[in-house]
């Protein structure tokens, strides 16, 4: 079993940055693809980012490309999310999960985090 806890989200003006870290304990994260998903309120979770297991391929929702980076560092079980030029759309709670395969669906991954709250100003 991993556990997953979500950091660095805040209150953040529009064009503003932030990034989040998903620190890992209970097993190596090295194991698993990485994924960041959101949900804002009233609307359903979706998928925003996924890095391969060795962090050699990312995926993005369209939403968020060019603007958004997932990263990994399995030395220090962690995964990022550099968000840069953010929206008042993307407020959001974020979450991260871990999985053996890279889905842009929930049921796709095991193991989730408690989400942090991102808030984008206008």
């Known amino acids: 079993q991993v556990q997953l806890v979500e950091s660095g989200g805040g209150l953040v003006q529009a064009g503003g940055s932030l990034r989040l870290s998903c620190a890992a304990s209970?097993?190596?994260?090295?194991?698993?693809?990485m994924g960041w998903f959101r949900q804002a309120p009233g609307k359903e979770r979706e998928f925003v980012a996924a890095?391969?297991?060795?962090?050699?391929?990312?995926y993005y929702a369209d939403s968020v490309k060019g603007r958004f980076t997932i990263s990994r560092d399995n030395a220090k079980n962690t995964v990022y999310l550099q968000m840069n030029s953010l929206k008042p759309e993307d407020t959001a709670v974020y979450y991260c999960a871990a999985g053996n395969t890279i889905g842009r669906t929930i049921s796709e991954w095991r193991h989730w985090g408690q989400g942090t709250q991102v808030t984008v100003s206008s």
């Open positions: 890095v391969s297991w060795s962090g050699g391929f990312t």
């Open positions: 209970g097993r190596t994260l090295s194991s698993y693809a």
